[in-house]
Protein backbone atom coordinates (compact mmCIF):
# COMPACT_ATOMS: atom_id res chain seq x y z
CA UNK A 1 0.00 0.00 0.00
CA UNK A 2 1.52 3.62 -0.88
CA UNK A 3 1.71 6.19 0.90
CA UNK A 4 -0.86 8.86 1.75
CA UNK A 5 0.05 12.55 1.02
CA UNK A 6 -1.64 14.81 4.03
CA UNK A 7 -0.94 18.19 3.78
CA UNK A 8 -0.63 18.76 7.85
CA UNK A 9 -0.54 22.80 7.78
CA UNK A 10 -4.03 22.55 5.50
CA UNK A 11 -5.56 20.29 8.45
CA UNK A 12 -3.79 22.38 10.96
CA UNK A 13 -5.13 26.18 9.54
CA UNK A 14 -8.65 24.87 9.12
CA UNK A 15 -8.74 23.22 12.36
CA UNK A 16 -7.99 26.63 14.16
CA UNK A 17 -10.42 28.71 11.79
CA UNK A 18 -12.83 26.42 12.51
CA UNK A 19 -12.59 26.19 16.48
CA UNK A 20 -12.30 30.03 16.19
CA UNK A 21 -15.73 29.99 14.13
CA UNK A 22 -17.33 27.95 16.80
CA UNK A 23 -16.57 30.51 19.64
CA UNK A 24 -18.31 33.39 17.90
CA UNK A 25 -20.61 31.30 15.98
CA UNK A 26 -21.90 30.21 19.89
CA UNK A 27 -21.55 33.67 20.96
CA UNK A 28 -23.76 34.77 18.49
CA UNK A 29 -26.42 32.35 18.88
CA UNK A 30 -26.06 31.62 22.75
CA UNK A 31 -29.15 32.74 24.00
CA UNK A 32 -31.29 30.79 20.94
CA UNK A 33 -29.09 27.79 21.56
CA UNK A 34 -29.50 27.52 25.31
CA UNK A 35 -33.59 27.84 25.31
CA UNK A 36 -33.26 24.66 22.44
CA UNK A 37 -31.69 23.13 25.70
CA UNK A 38 -34.36 24.10 27.86
CA UNK A 39 -31.65 26.43 29.75
CA UNK A 40 -30.85 29.75 30.22
CA UNK A 41 -28.00 31.64 29.78
CA UNK A 42 -27.40 31.94 33.17
CA UNK A 43 -26.95 28.03 33.44
CA UNK A 44 -24.45 27.51 29.86
CA UNK A 45 -21.82 30.37 31.40
CA UNK A 46 -19.84 27.25 32.75
CA UNK A 47 -19.46 26.38 29.17
CA UNK A 48 -17.43 29.67 28.64
CA UNK A 49 -15.17 28.68 30.92
CA UNK A 50 -14.38 25.38 30.01
CA UNK A 51 -11.47 23.71 31.16
CA UNK A 52 -8.50 23.38 29.20
CA UNK A 53 -8.63 19.61 29.01
CA UNK A 54 -11.96 20.42 26.97
CA UNK A 55 -10.39 22.89 24.40
CA UNK A 56 -7.27 20.32 23.85
CA UNK A 57 -10.01 17.35 23.48
CA UNK A 58 -12.28 19.88 20.91
CA UNK A 59 -9.17 20.67 18.78
CA UNK A 60 -8.32 17.15 18.49
CA UNK A 61 -11.42 16.03 16.88
CA UNK A 62 -11.71 19.01 14.39
CA UNK A 63 -7.60 17.65 13.68
CA UNK A 64 -8.94 14.13 13.47
CA UNK A 65 -12.16 15.42 11.10
CA UNK A 66 -9.53 17.40 9.15
CA UNK A 67 -7.26 14.61 8.99
CA UNK A 68 -10.29 12.15 7.67
CA UNK A 69 -11.32 14.74 5.26
CA UNK A 70 -8.08 14.75 3.54
CA UNK A 71 -7.67 11.47 3.70
CA UNK A 72 -11.07 10.57 1.77
CA UNK A 73 -9.96 13.45 -0.74
CA UNK A 74 -6.67 11.86 -1.36
CA UNK A 75 -8.62 8.14 -1.96
CA UNK A 76 -11.17 9.85 -4.12
CA UNK A 77 -8.59 12.08 -5.93
CA UNK A 78 -10.68 14.73 -5.44
CA UNK A 79 -8.67 17.40 -6.87
CA UNK A 80 -10.84 20.87 -7.97
CA UNK A 81 -12.76 23.24 -5.07
CA UNK A 82 -15.74 22.31 -6.46
CA UNK A 83 -15.04 18.81 -5.83
CA UNK A 84 -14.07 19.96 -2.02
CA UNK A 85 -16.94 21.72 -1.20
CA UNK A 86 -19.08 19.11 -2.84
CA UNK A 87 -17.20 15.96 -0.30
CA UNK A 88 -17.82 18.30 2.60
CA UNK A 89 -21.40 19.08 1.75
CA UNK A 90 -22.27 15.34 1.49
CA UNK A 91 -20.33 14.24 4.62
CA UNK A 92 -22.00 17.05 6.62
CA UNK A 93 -25.48 16.16 5.01
CA UNK A 94 -25.41 12.76 5.13
CA UNK A 95 -23.66 11.67 8.12
CA UNK A 96 -22.27 14.55 10.20
CA UNK A 97 -25.51 16.63 10.28
CA UNK A 98 -28.00 13.07 10.41
CA UNK A 99 -25.95 11.85 13.36
CA UNK A 100 -26.20 15.03 15.81
CA UNK A 101 -29.96 15.83 14.89
CA UNK A 102 -30.94 12.08 15.55
CA UNK A 103 -28.15 12.06 19.25
CA UNK A 104 -30.33 15.61 20.34
CA UNK A 105 -33.87 14.35 19.40
CA UNK A 106 -33.04 12.07 22.16
CA UNK A 107 -31.29 14.61 24.28
CA UNK A 108 -34.78 16.25 24.19
CA UNK A 109 -33.45 19.22 21.86
CA UNK A 110 -35.62 21.69 20.60
CA UNK A 111 -35.36 22.35 17.23
CA UNK A 112 -33.71 25.99 17.59
CA UNK A 113 -30.98 24.19 19.34
CA UNK A 114 -30.53 21.38 16.21
CA UNK A 115 -30.57 24.24 13.28
CA UNK A 116 -27.84 26.30 15.23
CA UNK A 117 -25.59 22.85 15.31
CA UNK A 118 -26.67 21.95 12.03
CA UNK A 119 -26.06 24.89 10.69
CA UNK A 120 -22.34 25.10 12.35
CA UNK A 121 -21.52 21.75 11.43
CA UNK A 122 -22.68 22.59 7.58
CA UNK A 123 -20.44 26.00 7.89
CA UNK A 124 -18.10 23.73 9.63
CA UNK A 125 -17.81 21.33 6.60
CA UNK A 126 -17.56 23.89 4.08
CA UNK A 127 -14.76 25.60 5.45
CA UNK A 128 -12.66 22.87 6.15
CA UNK A 129 -13.55 22.05 2.21
CA UNK A 130 -12.77 25.44 1.18
CA UNK A 131 -9.67 25.55 3.12
CA UNK A 132 -8.02 22.00 2.33
CA UNK A 133 -9.45 22.32 -1.41
CA UNK A 134 -7.30 25.77 -1.91
CA UNK A 135 -4.27 24.72 -0.29
CA UNK A 136 -4.33 21.29 -2.76
CA UNK A 137 -5.22 23.67 -5.73
CA UNK A 138 -2.30 25.36 -4.80
CA UNK A 139 -0.04 22.18 -4.32
CA UNK A 140 -1.53 20.78 -7.78
CA UNK A 141 -1.18 23.91 -9.71
CA UNK A 142 2.81 24.26 -8.08
CA UNK A 143 3.62 20.76 -9.24
CA UNK A 144 2.08 20.90 -13.07
Known amino acids: ?9 AILVASAVVYLLG ?15 GLDLSQIEGLRDANLFDHLISLLVLLLYGWA ?3 LVVKLSINTLREHITLGMLLAGLFIIPTMVSDSL ?22 FSIIIGFWNKRAVSSAG
Open 69 to 71: FSY
Open 23 to 37: IVWYGLWAELWASGW
Open 1 to 9: MGSIRINIW
Open 106 to 127: FLNARVTAILVDALYLSIRALV
